[in-house]
T-cell receptor
Framework: NAGVTQTPKFRVLKTGQSMTLLCAQD?????MYWYRQDPGMGLRLIHY???????AKGEVPDGYNVSRLKKQNFLLGLESAAPSQTSVYFC???????????????FGEGSRLTVL | LAKTTQPISMDSYEGQEVNITCSHN???????ITWYQQFPSQGPRFIIQ???TKVTNEVASLFIPADRKSSTLSLPRVSLSDTAVYYC???????????????FGKGTKLSVIP
């Protein structure tokens, strides 16, 4: 049981380049999330999805786009990378939310992105 | 969205019990309290969740007083491998109008000393 898998694990980009991070989960979870974590900081929510074909903005969505064409996959795209997007990106998934309770979030191992 | 406050860091010697308290004064009636652990270069990992009173599992206990305005994560007899950042989350991050902002704060950095 792989859980949540992120690819790639490391990537170096030049300013202005584009790339896509892939998150795949095999737990049949409805909810999926993309976070970024900067050094010494907590995790901030970029975008999330409550089901196949739906996405929504989180706390820091600017500069990112997402898609959820299949229930098991959640893609995070950077159209024109900037140095400020240098960070570690984490994907997570969970079963359906209840009001007041996220249940257990399952996280991937992270993708370290450096933008020069 | 209930805001949480935790100590930035704590030190403990191996074998001691560690208690990390999280304040959440504006917790809503339906909100659950969840704790996560994060090791360097890894994603957070669920530790324990509770709604009221006391919850215990194989790795930790969670104490929640009657007013639910705070909670305490208790780690019994810590070892060096418990050195990590611990995050307290309250609720589901719902911020109104169908919007969610499930953000992890800076957490508490626990350092276990030999």
């Amino acid at each position: 049981n792989a859980g949540v898998t992120q690819t790639p694990k490391f990537r170096v980009l030049k300013t202005g380049q584009s790339m896509t991070l892939l998150c795949a989960q095999d737990m049949n979870h409805e909810y999926m999330y993309w976070y970024r974590q900067d050094p010494g900081m907590g995790l901030r929510l970029i975008h999330y999805s409550v089901g196949e074909g739906t996405t929504a903005k989180g706390e820091v969505p600017d500069g990112y786009n997402v898609s959820r064409l299949k229930k098991q996959n959640f893609l995070l795209g950077l159209e024109s990378a900037a140095p400020s997007q240098t960070s570690v990106y984490f994907c997570a998934s969970s079963s359906a939310l209840q009001r007041g309770n996220t249940g257990e979030l399952f996280f991937g191992e992270g993708s370290r992105l450096t933008v020069l | 969205l209930a805001k949480t406050t935790q100590p930035i860091s704590m030190d403990s010697y191996e074998g001691q019990e560690v208690n990390i308290t999280c304040s959440h004064n504006n917790i809503a009636t339906n909100d659950y309290i969840t704790w996560y652990q994060q090791f360097p270069s890894q994603g957070p990992r669920f530790i324990i969740q509770g709604y009221k009173t006391k919850v215990t599992n194989e790795v930790a206990s969670l104490f929640i007083p009657a007013d639910r305005k705070s909670s305490t994560l208790s780690l019994p007899r810590v070892s060096l491998s418990d050195t990590a950042v611990y995050y307290c989350l309250v609720g589901d991050g719902y911020s109104g109008a169908g919007s969610y902002q499930l953000t992890f704060g800076k957490g508490t950095k626990l350092s276990v000393i030999p």
